[in-house]
């Protein structure tokens, strides 16, 4: 319809010998008789606008002569230029890579006729040498400007004009209202298409070699793989995993010292900061940041294939610093607390209630350090009367202490406990572990990760705006 849309006629001249120039409307024509009886006002005495132009479909085939290979699919590639969402401007590097896959449409002929209701000859041979112009005898069309559209060329022909339908005219209805229709049939050549495979290119991204090695020496082996796993420590009996991810950056996972919330830097393969990296430049390989969609996956397990204990948490793109994300973990992936929160973390020989800390009232728990970290000697002296922990308390370093109204308690024993205990500090809203194995308390998820140990998932939104599925 919207071929015909610009269709004028002229008429005139008036009294002062002005022409005037008037546009013919276009409809679809196929309505109910609800919706005729409406346009004409529920009356029969009402006139319809004069010129019109009406068009509908008059038939639907498959067209057998055209079909190709129903069960090929066809591929294509494209590599969008990089896009900087900060700027909103076009690079010259390449950016989001993408891989199509389009199945064989299917071949139809629609034919569509169009009435063209006029009042006298002059009028209809004005639009009807508009419509033969354009035809000749085919109009060429492109529905889209989609590269990846193979059926996006499509053709109209004329194929026949019905000049009048006088024939049931005035001289066998009686009707006084004689209008003119003129009747051309279309036909177009045309696909319907299957939806088509929208996804990212197959770019290595990570490379994950498994190596069964027989050596026992776990400390000789953790030397050797220092620089491939940063925070965590290696299993007894390990299988090497060698892992290479493009540009073998590392990250560094902290509190925002500036506000509330974590920021995750981007380092070099040598676990270095440098200003100049940018995270826009590595995540427009694969995509674009979607603030508060886009998000990180820290592996805390050494094993690459155990995703038990990953952290999840968004990620925002620092406006300030190129080489910098602010993190917002998921606490519902944070591993469960097995220890109420405490106050703070405290050396028991320097502050204790009274000084430097709020008078002793129920519930309060500080985790106890000192700064030898010595857990085979009581970092609180026991049997001293004039003790502000009183006289009873027997605690180490790493333990943690609770008053009950009465006296204060161990309520975690960190030389006797088993496995890996959780806790949050009050202090400054994160978590901490303790393992067992290791004798220490640390950030459950602060630290620095190797290649392989972090992860970029949900980078939904190309520079084009097309939805990319998941990526990680």
């Not at 919207?2 to 309505?31: E, M, S, W």
């Not at 890996?420 to 459950?444: A, C, F, I, P, R």
Request: charged share 15%.
């Amino acid at each position: 319809m919207r071929i015909f849309t610009d269709i004028k006629i002229r008429n005139g001249p008036d009294a002062n010998g002005l022409y005037t120039i008037q546009p013919v409307p276009i409809l679809y024509g196929d309505p109910s008789i609800m919706v005729s009886q409406l346009i004409q006002g529920a009356s029969q005495n009402t006139l319809l606008p004069n010129p019109l132009m009406s068009a509908y479909i008059y038939e639907i085939k498959q067209s057998p002569d055209r079909r190709q290979a129903p069960q090929y699919v066809g591929k294509a590639s494209a590599i969008e230029r990089e896009f900087n969402t900060q700027t909103q401007t076009y690079g010259n590097g390449p950016g989001v890579r993408q891989d199509v896959e389009r199945y064989m449409p299917v071949p139809y002929d629609f034919t569509f006729k169009l009435d063209v209701w006029t009042s006298n000859t002059t009028t209809k041979l004005q639009i009807l040498e508009q419509i033969q112009m354009i035809f000749n005898p085919s109009l060429q069309l492109q529905q889209n400007s989609n590269v990846m559209d193979w059926t996006s060329i499509f053709e109209v022909w004329l194929e026949d004009i019905m000049w009048t339908n006088r024939q049931v005219g005035s001289l066998q209805t009686g009707d006084a209202d004689i209008r003119d229709v003129m009747t051309l049939k279309f036909k177009i050549q045309a696909w319907i298409n299957p939806p088509a495979k929208l996804k990212r290119s197959g770019l290595v991204t990570e490379i994950v070699t498994r190596v069964f090695d027989s050596i026992t020496d776990v400390g000789n082996l953790e030397a050797q793989l220092s620089g491939n796993y940063d925070p965590f420590s290696c299993v007894t009996n390990p299988s090497l995993q060698i892992v290479t991810t493009d540009g073998n950056y590392k990250i560094s996972v902290a509190k925002n010292p500036n506000a509330a919330g974590d920021i995750i830097t981007l380092l070099n393969d040598n676990g270095m900061v440098d200003p100049t990296l940018n995270w826009q430049d590595l995540i427009q390989l694969y995509g674009q940041i979607s603030p508060g969609i886009t998000h990180i996956v820290l592996k805390l397990d050494p094993d690459l294939d155990v995703d038990t204990s990953d952290i999840l948490g968004t990620i925002i793109q620092d406006p300030a610093h190129t080489n910098i994300l602010f993190y917002t973990p998921d606490i519902d992936t944070l591993p469960a607390n097995t220890i109420m929160p405490i106050q703070s973390i405290i050396d028991p020989m320097e502050v204790f209630p009274g000084r430097g800390l709020p008078v002793a009232a129920v519930g309060q728990r500080y985790l106890l350090t000192s700064p030898d970290n010595d857990t085979d000697e009581p970092v609180i002296i026991p049997g001293l009367s004039t003790s502000p922990w009183g006289s009873a308390l027997v605690a180490y370093s790493n333990d943690i202490i609770e008053y009950n109204g009465v006296a204060w308690v161990v309520i975690f024993d960190a030389k006797n406990s088993a496995g890996k205990n959780y806790v949050v500090n009050n202090e400054n809203s994160s978590q901490y572990v303790y393992d067992s194995s290791s004798g220490d308390w640390t950030y459950t998820y602060y630290g620095t990760y190797a290649p392989g140990y972090w992860r970029i998932g949900n980078i939904l939104q190309s520079p084009c705006g097309t939805t990319i599925n998941n990526f990680e």
